[in-house]
């Protein structure tokens, strides 16, 4: 059975940092694309970053400069570095891990951005 176990949520003052990790097991195909995904009360789940099993990556206009996304192929584990963060950046956050034939989802974890 797939698992994706997300942490690193929380609760960080605006202009402070956080560190989003995702650790993927029970895959048998191998990891093609993971990602992170968010989702604010009341608006649509936006992609926030994703990266490609190379080390390709595609980050979102409005985090650029301030969030970084990297992999651990080994470790089947994605991270999501967020600084300069802002109340803006309050989200549920979801890893979101992709193999050739089908995409999987984490339970979601809490970021909130508050003074």
């Known amino acids: 059975q797939v698992h994706l176990v997300e942490s690193g949520g929380g609760l960080a003052q605006p202009g402070g940092s956080l560190r989003l990790s995702c650790v993927a097991s029970?895959?048998?195909?191998?990891?093609?694309?993971m990602g992170w995904y968010r989702q604010a009360p009341g608006k649509e789940r936006e992609l926030v970053a994703s990266i490609t099993r190379g080390g390709t990556t595609n980050i979102t206009a409005s985090v650029k400069g301030r969030f970084t996304i990297s992999r651990d192929n080994a470790k089947n584990t994605v991270y999501l570095q967020m600084n300069s963060l802002k109340p803006e950046d309050t989200s549920v956050y979801y890893c979101d891990v992709q193999t050739l034939v089908r995409e999987y989802w984490g339970q979601g974890t809490q970021v909130t951005v508050s003074s």
């Open positions: 029970g895959l048998f195909s191998r990891i093609n694309i």
